[in-house]
């Protein structure tokens, strides 16, 4: 088992910066794959971004490439994710998600079986 705690949520102006963390514990970090999700109320949830257990690799989603930045720290284990330029679009309830490495990086929330409970971002215009 694996258990993710996300932070670093709020309340932001567009164009500015926030910093998600999510802090995994229950299972040796650096063999995750780790990932980031988002989902708007009824929605389904979306990838944002994803990257290997040593960190070499990555794949961000399109609405989000050039502004958003994840990564890992392996030692802390603990995965985040950089948000600049942020946009009021990018209002949403953000989520941690693990799994076993394989060959890709996985975009789809069913290849995840760990989720962190999320965390709310709320862009203003």
């Known amino acids: 088992q694996v258990q993710l705690v996300e932070s670093g949520g709020g309340l932001v102006q567009a164009g500015g910066s926030l910093k998600l963390s999510c802090a995994a514990s229950?299972?040796?970090?650096?063999?995750?794959?780790m990932a980031w999700f988002r989902q708007a109320p009824e929605k389904e949830r979306d990838f944002v971004a994803a990257?290997?257990?040593?960190?070499?690799?990555?794949s961000y989603a399109d609405s989000v490439k050039g502004r958003f930045t994840i990564s890992r720290d392996n030692a802390k284990n603990t995965v985040y994710l950089q948000m600049n330029s942020l946009k009021p679009e990018d209002t949403f309830v953000y989520y941690c998600?693990?799994?076993?490495?394989?060959?890709?990086?996985?975009?789809?929330?069913?290849?995840?079986?760990?989720w962190g409970q999320g965390t709310q971002v709320t862009v203003s215009s």
């Open positions: 990257l290997t257990p040593s960190g070499a690799t990555t």
């Open positions: 998600a693990a799994t076993s490495p394989r060959v890709g990086l996985p975009v789809r929330s069913y290849d995840y079986p760990y």
């Open positions: 229950g299972r040796t970090f650096s063999t995750l794959v």
